[in-house]
């Protein structure tokens, strides 16, 4: 949402402004248009794998969705740690064992959708639980491979903004490219009347301006909106973490959750008492 609002201030800030003194004609070269569209798809396919390309694609979508992150998601979270690990304390580790093999059909799980709906919180959560059913790894020994698996998903979350962003860096240099195009053209017209030169070197120099404007008014927010998302996303997995460990410490489920609600962002964290609220409440 406030993307879409940043294009439209910046459209009237820069095309707006423009059209109070000057021809918005004069900015309509679609040759232009196509050749910077074509070149900014062409460095972003030759500049990437498929694997980057994938993800890339695949996160894109999301820019234009509001954040999953948000308070309510994480109270979900919470209370669902809560209930494994009250589960875990009443009747035992093997208690568990059908929920976290068996996720989406887990009466505990399913009833908070808002997290069923991040699969990669839900596999690091159940690879973890499981591990802990099995007993074969101290806390030790599970925060030093959590904290692996953490840092790999963060590497490969930043792989969309890192390719977003390249592709911004690249315009202005691919704007040039267009203008000299143009500026080509204009030499072999030098014969033609002064107005007529005018109009070439204007169309020509369109093209400097639309891969300036293209590149920070329009790609570099999208590259700062997807990095924004991967490190609102990089608090689901600490939250875990720290809950998991505090619990395979041997603290209770109660205090194991306030763990998990201290790591949060202040924007996001629910007071202490609103989440015990919560949980009596869906205890009840």
């Known amino acids: 949402m406030f993307l879409i609002v940043g294009y439209v201030i910046i459209l009237l800030a820069s095309i707006g402004t423009y059209s109070i003194h000057g021809s918005l004609m004069a900015l309509w070269v679609p040759l232009e248009y196509l050749a910077i569209v074509g070149l900014m798809i062409g460095g972003f396919v030759a500049g990437n794998g498929s694997k980057a390309l994938k993800a890339t694609l695949a996160a894109l979508p999301g820019v234009v969705k509001g954040s999953p992150y ?28 059908n929920d ?26 159940t690879d973890y639980l499981r591990m802990m059913v099995g007993g074969n790894l101290n806390a030790f020994e599970l925060e ?12 490969e979350a930043h792989t969309a ?38 109009k070439m070197i204007g ?22 909106q997807l990095e924004q998302r991967v490190e609102e996303g990089g608090k689901v997995f600490e939250c875990i973490k720290v809950v ?21 962002y202040s924007t996001e964290r629910p007071g202490f008492a609103e989440l015990e609220q919560d949980i009596k409440n869906r205890k009840g």
Do not use: C, W
């Open 70 to 97: 948000n308070k309510a998601m994480y109270m979900d979270l919470l209370g669902l740690l809560y209930e494994v690990l009250a589960k875990v304390r009443k009747e035992g580790l093997m208690s568990i064992e």
């Open 100 to 125: 976290v093999d068996n996720a989406a059909s887990s009466p505990i799980f399913t009833k908070y959708p808002s997290v069923m709906a991040n699969h990669h919180a839900i596999e690091f959560l």
């Open 144 to 155: 030093s491979l959590m904290d692996k698996e953490i840092d790999t998903h963060h590497h």
């Open 161 to 198: 903004p890192h390719v977003v962003a390249k592709v911004g860096d690249a315009l202005p240099a691919f704007g040039i490219v267009v203008a000299v195009m143009g500026v080509v053209n204009v030499m072999g017209s030098v014969g033609q009347p002064p107005a007529v030169l005018g």
């Open 203 to 224: 169309g020509a120099l369109v093209g400097t301006f639309l891969g300036i404007l293209i590149s920070y008014g329009f790609v570099q927010p999208i590259a700062s």
């Open 244 to 264: 998991l460990l505090a619990s395979m410490n041997g603290y209770a489920p109660q205090v194991a959750i306030e763990f998990g609600r201290k790591v949060l």
